[in-house]
């Protein structure tokens, strides 16, 4: 679980998206008990002209727009961007992980850059950027959604905001995916739960849940199952 509490720097066109995020359910909560704080920069309150463009064509041509660098820079000047880590979600980074969710939510504060259009002038990454991550082979058209996945998988990591208990045993934990749950009722369109979860034998449940993972993980993802199996051979974790 994240150490204390964590602040989300968001650098956007669209803050009403981000915004909804953050005063909505469980973040609502997370935020008013001051387990997370937020701040959202408006990019085009840093625009310098007085049409407030933020994106320019690309040089080399090609089609769409790219973000201009020096709102960016401004915007990112003035919360102290040099000197945080600014993480920029986009197709070309490398993949975002649990691993990864785990680790930001130790942080003190994350800066993070929404991307729109063909994307970022590439001297902001130059000269900003610690992390590229892109949350899966698909291309969105905003990175507003993209930072909320970052924001959403990290500030439940942190300290207080949901249990311990309910963070045990997720999918992704030993590379593992998460066990079926069931609720009442007993029987569904004929579909009973399993008579072990009802027999209330803890350590035969825990036995079950286990081979659960493991059956869930061989069939829906291969690949960590096969990461599994390398990592118990080279002597374990
Ligand atoms: N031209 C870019 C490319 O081909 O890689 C795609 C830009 S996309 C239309 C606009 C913005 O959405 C990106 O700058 C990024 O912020 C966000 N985005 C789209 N897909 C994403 C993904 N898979 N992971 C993270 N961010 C993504």
Redesign the pocket.
């Known amino acids: 679980m994240g150490g204390g509490r964590v602040k989300f720097t968001v650098l956007t066109l669209f803050p009403d998206i981000v915004e909804a995020f953050f005063t909505s359910s469980i973040m609502a909560k997370a935020v008013e008990r001051g387990l997370i704080e937020y701040e959202l920069i408006n990019i085009r309150d840093f625009a310098q002209d007085k049409h407030r463009t933020c994106d320019d064509s690309p040089y080399g041509g090609g089609a ?1 727009m790219v ?1 201009k660098a020096e709102p960016l820079a401004a915007a990112l000047d003035s919360v102290g961007g040099l000197d945080k880590k600014v993480v ?6 490398v993949p ?1 992980t649990q691993k990864k969710a785990e680790e930001y939510a130790e942080l003190d504060e994350i800066v993070l ?8 002038d590439q001297r902001i990454i130059d000269l900003y950027v610690d992390d590229e ?11 507003e ?3 909320l ?1 970052l924001i959403d998988s990290v500030y439940r990591l942190c300290s207080g905001v949901i249990t311990q208990e309910s963070l045990e045993e997720e999918s992704f934990q030993d590379n593992l995916l998460e066990y079926p749950h069931y609720t009442r009722p007993e029987v569904f369109r004929g579909l009973a739960v399993p008579e072990i979860l009802r027999g209330g034998h803890h350590a035969k449940i825990e036995e079950w849940r286990h081979e659960k993972r493991i059956e869930k993980t061989k069939k829906n993802r291969p690949d960590l199952w096969d990461l599994n199996k390398s990592i118990e051979k080279s002597g374990g974790y």
Do not use: H, K
């Not at 991550?133 to 990175?143: H, M």
């Open positions: 769409g973000l920029f979600p986009t197709p070309s980074g975002y850059i929404c991307g729109r259009y063909e994307g970022i991550v892109t949350i899966g082979d698909y291309v969105l058209s905003s990175g959604v993209s930072s996945v």
